[in-house]
């Protein structure tokens, strides 16, 4: 497998291509959208990238990267605007996403399917508690929530586990 790079921390558009066969890093089309802070989640040929902020706002759109074309695409609104969100693919159409930071909320707690068929976000089952910027893996059944930051901005070790078949933490 190749390891997919883009956007960045701090207002970045650039978009690279790792492949640890050849040790070797190719740039690729820029993204239309320079920011960073953003979750992403791979499925299908495709790169999904959820919540970009943009030096004081965030951007408001789902962005898709298609790796065989070296093309990017505007997906749909976002639901509710967040960065550092957390997405993992589910199966061959849902992305999970859950959790991030808003302006009103530090870490939120709401959770939505992204289905890469018809376009649009399905809301689903809440985290137990409101996190940002933890990890999600795909773990056969189960998506596994690792850590995290809590809404009073204290880092946290618990694991939450979603799962796939009932939608359900």
């Known amino acids: 497998g190749r390891l997919f790079v883009a956007l960045g921390q701090y207002n970045r558009n650039d978009t690279w291509i790792f492949d640890p066969n050849d040790d070797t890093w190719a740039r690729m089309s820029d993204s239309p959208v320079a920011g960073g802070f953003s979750a992403s989640a791979y499925l299908n040929g495709k790169v999904y990238v959820f919540g970009i902020a943009q030096g004081s706002g965030f951007y408001d759109r789902t962005l898709i990267y298609d790796v065989q074309n070296d093309s990017w695409t505007t997906g749909p609104l976002l639901p509710d605007v967040r960065v550092v969100m957390s997405a993992a ?72 586990e979603f799962d796939i078949a009932s939608r359900t933490w």
């Open 89 to 160: 693919a589910m199966d061959g159409r849902f992305i999970l996403l859950a959790g991030g930071y808003n302006y009103s909320a530090y870490a939120a707690s709401t959770c939505y399917l992204y289905d890469t068929v018809d376009n649009v976000y399905i809301p689903t089952s809440s985290l137990p508690e409101g996190r940002s910027m933890g990890t999600m893996i795909r773990d056969g059944d189960r998506i596994h929530y690792f850590g995290g930051i809590d809404p009073s901005s204290v880092v946290r070790d618990e694991i939450f």
